[in-house]
Nanobody, 124 residues
Framework: QVQLVESGGGLVQAGGSLRLSCAAS????????MGWFRQAPGKEREFAAY????????DYADSVKGRFTISRDSAKNTVYLQMNSLKPEDTAVYYC?????????????????WGQGTQVTVSS
């Protein structure tokens, strides 16, 4: 069982930055690939970024590539999402997920655990 708790969301002006954190419980954190997803009002949850268990593989949605950076600190059991050059269209609830494997890492259904989400609002 893994419990995930996101933090770091808030209100920021366009062009600003935020860093989201996702703290995970459990002693097998490095076994899990971790993803950040986001869900805007009236829309489906969509993939934003992924990092493998070792941290050696990362990937991003085209919409955030070059602006967002995912990283993980195994000593702290925490995954981060550094978001720069934020745009109003980045406004959403951001969720982190943990997966053991199987399926595609950009797919919501391949994740075993989810956090409760943190709101990010970007004003124009």
């Amino acid at each position: 069982q893994v419990q995930l708790v996101e933090s770091g969301g808030g209100l920021v002006q366009a062009g600003g930055s935020l860093r989201l954190s996702c703290a995970a419980s459990g002693r097998t954190f490095s076994s899990y690939g971790m993803g950040w997803f986001r869900q805007a009002p009236g829309k489906e949850r969509e993939f934003a970024a992924y990092i493998s268990g070792s941290g050696g593989i990362t990937d991003y949605a085209d919409s955030v590539k070059g602006r967002f950076t995912i990283s993980r600190d195994s000593a702290k059991n925490t995954v981060y999402l550094q978001m720069n050059s934020l745009k109003p269209e980045d406004t959403a609830v951001y969720y982190c997920g943990a997966r053991l494997g199987g399926g595609y890492y950009w797919s919501v259904s391949s994740y075993n655990y989810w956090g409760q989400g943190t709101q990010v609002t970007v004003s124009s």
